[in-house]
């Protein structure tokens, strides 16, 4: 551990660690675009700038090191005035339509011009327009709002190991696409959405059939049913209604999803999904039952079964849909509880 | 590419100049100049052989001032924007053969004769303002001048 | 001696090779072989420095210099001076009272002193043999036989030598980063990437003396503890290109370059490696990007290269001019280096002399010179009997010099202190008749143009200044404009990620800071001051008319209407601005105001 003075505050950090890190420790907060833990640093954006005593500029804390006795200021009038500054040149280059664009509310972009009062008149000019338009089932892009902070294509060049975006041209003219605007897929996009969730303005957007504001929606963690590696969501509830999903972060997944975790989610509120254990009567017909009743009911003819043919009459096949833990208990109630090995999953098909 | 042999040729330039990743610019810098651009296709090309991904390929392609897509016309006029060049009225030459031969920067007369750029400082400063058509440089220039000079090309 | 001459040294720079000298050595070949002078050798040499006055062609040992040379002019001093022993006087190069002066008593070089140029001119940059007739190889043979790596980084320490490539970091300091970083695998690099628009000290550097610069390389491998070089240099310079191939290929098979080299087991591999149209390549670590072949933006520092450079490995990096001195500091140590220039910025340093100033050329100075000692001294004045208005130094990270400054010495402290720099050597002379907002726009298209996109500040913020800069000549500026530039600059070079951006609003701040009243005359008056920005002038006949039709017929966008011998007049709405007319009028009827 080494010390470092925080805004006039001795405060004890890692050593190793950025001066980025050590605020984020300390709890206090600094605005960033293209900072993201996971990938190698950028330090392009700008916007995380502080004042380091003794250095001739400011410093970019997402990637400027901490140093035993380094006195940093966090929010200085000199940093304050030059992140405004920033944020409205940021701005003269963005399509701003906050009213109708569905990131409002969960926008680093207007986030920022908020907390740092931006005058939009202030600085105009020309925009970018730019050369290809890339979109494909489940995402579009949007160049107007492009801020180039490069999350996207590093995401997907670094953690999802595709390359699909580039970061073409050069000076103003720079813009995400794919090689020459090809079809994403043709670009080996797997639709994962990754580059959607990491986008901090909205450029990248789901293609969703939902209409909502971030503010209307509460976060409800769980657990990715697709398959068995448990990645861990954030499903979006409006109305008890699921509208999206953001990846969590987390061991299993580390803040990563495939397309069916993603934008999959739909079955979830579909007219035909089975809510409730349903028994068939005497009559041949479903009937809607409570779970008591049902578990009640496969409890009892299990032991029936076995009692008259043994328990290797009994299989048992579960679901791919179901998490690995819950296919464990299952595997485990067929062995010891039920006593056989006839155990598949429908995966295996 | 055209046909079969082309790709070949242009294969053989990929292996003839490719050692590795960081050759890629080595590689397409063999491609402007034997093949005169890089069309998309090609790039697809160099992406495979060079086991590069595409999207990297063209991010170099885009990037740098040198590489092209669209094939350049017969003669390549350049004007020099350098500073030198600047104070002497390179603009003034600059504007001039835009009108005189009805394209903007960057683009190809219609018949495929000439196509107009213009160049950082080409060192010829003592001929300021100047100008080079494919390999020939032609110095002192006024916009009275450059009738003569393209009609050299005709 | 019966003919006076046994040599024929013909320069074959670039300026002097647009100006036909190829055609010029093969006359001279063709010539003296016809007339049986075949004896007579024809050295094609580098940059002599003075190319306003190219094609230059200089005979020995009787020092004649000829000046302005067609191919046609050959046959005439082979036939009268060579085999005549009579030096054609028309061609002669004349000094300032008309006497023919030889080629190092001309004005241009009284006050030069050429330790990087020093053999620029007298070798023939193709032929190794000439290079080590005039010194070559001693300071590698020194290094390598007589001297540790430590002794060959202290000598560069102590001689104070500082990067010729802009900024003047202490070489020495490099060295020993790179010399001391841990790895076994280490590289060495030349930014041969002069992208300063109007600069051209390297590329006359590669074509004059390309061996000074692998030998100087081979020297910082053996210091530093590297085995493998690359030379990064512009695709646009051909015949750079290929004199370091010539170079290279020569060293090679004579055993100062690759394994083993001067047989005391130092093995040392060069490659080059061309650019490819991005002026941020000069960045050095934008540099290290391209070389491995990536797209060129510069990359985070720290790490500095000199522990984490050319493929994650240690890398030291020095521009052609920095390495053109190695040699010398070498062989004649750091004391002789020191007793040039001034205390902070020892030695000296070559400066492109261009724009509106009679000797256009290369020029070696000591630091500490002052800038009229250049543009009046070395370079002769403003033509056409102008004032001088300003100096443009550093290219554009550099600033305008205003006359006021004129005596300032030129090294790296005083230039910064003015709001310039020493940038790589570009040295731009401007006559009153420049508009200096027209000059900020100038810098600020080019940086637009060549600004990586990578960081916000730059990509965006330049093209926002370079708005405002078209609205301020275009006779569209509000006196807002103006804090508003500030605002802009003052972000661009405090928030962009590498020097580049960070010095892009340097010429903006210059004008500002020493023309303020220009800026304010296009936004108050609008009023062009210097008369150069189209848009706040227009183009009147005067009563001097007399008829001729001449203009109505120059006319591209048919604006001028007139009978035969009336005066005609300019219709102001279809005028373009081109300035046709002006040039075709006979009587000078037509004014610009």
């Known amino acids: 551990m080494i010390n470092i003075f925080l805004n006039g505050s001795e405060l004890a950090v890692k050593e190793g660690s950025t001066v980025l890190e050590a605020c984020k420790g300390a709890g206090v907060s600094i605005p960033t675009f293209c900072y993201d833990e996971r990938l190698k640093a950028e330090g392009s954006c700008r916007i995380c700038v502080v004042e380091v005593e003794g250095a001739p500029k400011l410093m970019p804390s997402c990637s400027t090191l901490v140093a035993p006795g380094m006195r940093v200021l966090t929010h200085s009038p000199k940093v304050v005035k030059l992140r405004k500054k920033l944020l409205e040149l940021m701005l003269s280059n963005h399509e701003i339509s906050c009213l109708q664009c569905e990131k409002a509310g969960n926008c680093l972009l207007q986030d920022y011009a908020y907390e740092y009062e931006v005058d939009t008149e202030k600085t105009k000019g020309r925009k970018k327009i730019a050369e290809y338009a890339s979109s494909n089932k489940f995402f579009s892009l949007d160049q107007s709002k492009c801020i180039l902070c490069g999350r996207c294509a590093r995401t997907c060049s670094q953690l999802q190991a595709n390359d699909v975006w580039a970061m073409a041209g050069r000076g103003f003219e720079t813009e995400v696409s794919t090689p020459f605007g090809i079809d994403m897929e043709e670009a080996g996009c797997v639709h994962c959405g990754n580059c959607v969730s990491v986008c901090p303005v909205g450029a990248l957007k789901p293609n969703t059939r939902h209409k909502f504001r971030a503010w209307e929606t509460r976060k409800v963690r769980s657990t990715c049913a697709y398959c068995g590696v448990g990645c861990q969501i954030d499903l979006l509830v409006k109305d008890d209604k699921v509208v999206g999903v953001e990846p969590a972060g987390g061991k299993s997944n580390n803040g990563l999803l495939c397309v069916k975790g993603k934008f999959a989610f739909d079955f979830i509120n579909h007219k035909d999904r089975l809510t409730e254990p349903l028994i068939r009567g005497e009559d041949g017909r479903l009937r809607p039952a409570s779970w ?22 009994i299989m048992g096949l579960s679901s791919a849909r179901v998490t690995n833990e819950e296919n464990y208990l299952f595997m485990k109630y067929m062995r010891a509880a039920v006593g056989t090995n006839n155990v598949d999953h429908c995966a295996r098909l | 590419m055209k046909n079969e042999q082309e790709k070949q040729k242009i294969l053989t330039i990929i292996r003839e100049n490719s050692s590795g990743p960081s050759s890629l610019i080595q590689v397409l810098n063999a491609i402007q100049e034997e093949h005169g651009h890089i069309p998309k296709d090609v790039q697809q090309l160099v992406a495979e052989e060079m086991k590069i991904p595409f999207s990297r390929v063209f991010e170099v392609t885009s990037f740098y001032a040198r590489f092209t897509t669209e094939p350049k016309g017969k003669y390549e006029i ?22 005189k031969l009805g394209i903007e920067e960057n683009q190809t007369t219609p018949d495929g004769l000439f196509t107009l750029t213009s160049s950082r400082c080409i060192g010829a400063c003592a001929l300021a303002p100047a100008i080079v058509v494919n390999k020939d440089v032609h110095g002192m220039l006024t916009a009275e001048m450059l009738p003569e000079i393209l009609g050299m090309y005709n | 001696m019966e003919h006076g001459c046994d040599r024929v040294y013909v320069c074959a720079g670039t300026g002097c090779t647009s100006g036909k000298s190829p055609e010029i050595i093969e006359n001279f070949r063709q010539e003296l072989n016809a007339s049986g002078l075949s004896d007579v050798k024809v050295i094609m040499t580098g940059c002599f420095g003075l190319c306003s006055m190219g094609p230059i062609v200089i005979t020995q040992p009787d020092d004649c210099f000829y000046s302005r040379v067609a191919p046609k002019d050959v046959a005439e001093i082979v036939r009268e001076h060579i085999a005549g022993g009579k030096p054609v006087h028309r061609l002669l ?5 008309g006497e023919a002066v030889s080629l190092f008593e001309a004005d241009f070089y009284k006050k030069q002193e050429r330790v990087v140029l020093a053999r620029c001119g007298l070798i023939n940059p193709e032929e190794i043999d000439d290079y080590i007739e005039h010194g070559g190889f001693a300071a590698l043979e020194k290094a390598l036989k007589a001297m540790s790596s430590e002794e060959v980084v202290s000598v560069i320490k102590d001689s104070g030598l500082r990067g010729r490539g802009g900024a003047g970091f202490p070489t020495g300091k490099k060295w020993e980063f790179t010399m001391n970083a841990p790895g076994s695998k280490k590289y060495v690099v030349c930014n041969a990437d002069e992208g300063d628009p109007g600069a051209f000290m390297d590329r006359s550097v590669l074509e004059g003396d390309p061996l000074s610069v692998v030998e100087a390389m ?6 530093v503890g590297a085995d493998e070089g690359y030379i990064y240099v512009r695709a646009e310079y051909p015949l750079a290109i290929h004199r370091l191939q010539v170079a290279m290929g020569q060293a090679l098979e004579r055993g100062f370059l690759g394994n083993n080299i001067l047989n005391t087991g130092f093995d040392f591999n060069l490659s080059i490696r061309y650019g490819a149209g991005a002026f941020v390549c000069g960045e050095e670590t934008a540099l290290l990007n391209s070389i491995e072949g990536k797209k060129g933006t510069p990359r985070l520092r720290p790490p500095f290269p000199a522990v ?3 493929f994650g490995c240690p890398t030291l990096i020095n521009n052609v001019e920095t390495y053109a001195n190695i040699c010398k500091i070498i062989t004649s140590g750091a004391d002789w280096f020191r007793s040039m220039g001034t205390p902070g910025s020892p030695g000296t340093k070559v400066f492109a002399l261009g724009g509106n100033v009679n000797n256009i050329g290369l020029v070696e100075v000591p630091m500490g010179i002052t800038l009229r000692e250049i543009i009046y001294d070395i370079g002769g004045g403003i033509p056409d009997g102008r004032g001088f208005k300003a100096a443009q130094t550093g290219g554009p990270s550099g600033g305008c010099i205003p006359a006021e400054h004129i005596n300032t010495p030129i090294d790296f402290e005083s230039l910064k202190a003015i709001g310039s720099m020493m940038g790589s050597g570009g040295l731009i002379v401007m006559d009153d008749s420049k508009c200096m907002v027209g000059i900020a726009k100038f810098f600020m298209k080019f940086m637009v143009e060549e600004s990586c996109g990578k960081c916000a500040p730059c990509r965006i913020g330049l093209v926002r200044m370079h708005e405002i800069l078209e609205r301020i000549t275009g006779g569209e500026g509000e006196i807002g404009d103006l804090a508003e530039l500030e605002e802009l600059a003052e972000m661009v070079n405090e928030l962009s990620f590498c020097a580049l951006g960070q010095t892009a609003p340097n010429p903006v701040l210059t004008t500002f800071r020493y023309f303020k009243d220009e800026y304010l005359a296009h936004i108050n008056d609008k009023k062009c001051p210097a008369g150069e920005c189209s848009a706040l002038l227009n183009y009147e006949v005067t009563d001097k008319c007399v008829g001729c039709t001449k203009c109505a017929k120059a006319c591209p966008a048919a604006a001028i209407s007139g009978k035969l011998k009336e005066k005609h007049s300019i219709d102001k709405g279809k005028c373009v601005k081109c300035g046709a007319c002006m040039g075709a009028c006979p009587v000078k009827s037509i004014v610009r105001r």
């Open chain 3, 308 to 310: 984490k450079g050319l």
């Open chain 3, 93 to 97: 190069f004349k000094g300032s009272r």
């Open chain 1, 292 to 313: 008591d009743e049902a578990l009640g009911l496969v409890a009892g003819k299990t032991k029936e079964i076995r009692a008259e043919f043994g328990a290797d009459a």
């Open chain 3, 218 to 223: 081979t020297i910082a491998g053996y210091a």
């Open chain 2, 78 to 99: 350049s004007v020099c924007l350098g500073t030198a060049c600047y104070v002497k009225g390179s603009q003034i030459i600059l504007d001039e053969l835009k009108r």
